[in-house]
């Protein structure tokens, strides 16, 4: 069992910067990647970027590849996504996932979700 908890989300304006992080705890927690979802309100659930049980892999999707950096520090047991260059398309709630191939993108792909955290983008 892996338990995921996210913070950092909030209001910014369009260019501007965010880091979102998620806590994550379980006792087979090295045994997973983990990675960042996103669903805009009326839109479906997509996949944003991910990381290998290492850090050493990254997977982005291409509407984030060049402003958002997915990064994990093992030693606490956290994963990061820092956002630059945010768009007002960029609003949504983004939620931590934790899978066995970090390199899905499909939502089925990953076992155990946060709750997530909501990031405003304005124009």
């Known amino acids: 069992q892996v338990q995921l908890v996210e913070s950092g989300g909030g209001l910014v304006q369009a260019g501007g910067s965010l880091r979102l992080s998620c806590a994550a705890s379980g006792p087979t927690l090295s045994s997973y990647g983990l990675g960042w979802f996103r669903q805009a309100p009326g839109k479906e659930r997509e996949f944003v970027a991910s990381?290998?049980?290492?850090?050493?892999?990254?997977n982005y999707a291409d509407s984030v590849k060049g402003r958002f950096t997915v990064s994990r520090d093992n030693a606490k047991n956290t994963v990061y996504l820092q956002m630059n260059s945010l768009k007002p398309e960029d609003t949504a709630v983004y939620s931590c996932?934790?899978?066995?191939?970090?390199?899905?993108?499909?939502?089925?792909?990953?076992?155990?979700w946060g709750q997530g955290t909501q990031v405003t983008c304005s124009s």
């Open positions: 996932v934790a899978g066995l191939n970090f390199l899905r993108r499909q939502a089925s792909g990953y076992d155990y």
């Open positions: 990381i290998s049980r290492s850090g050493g892999g990254t």
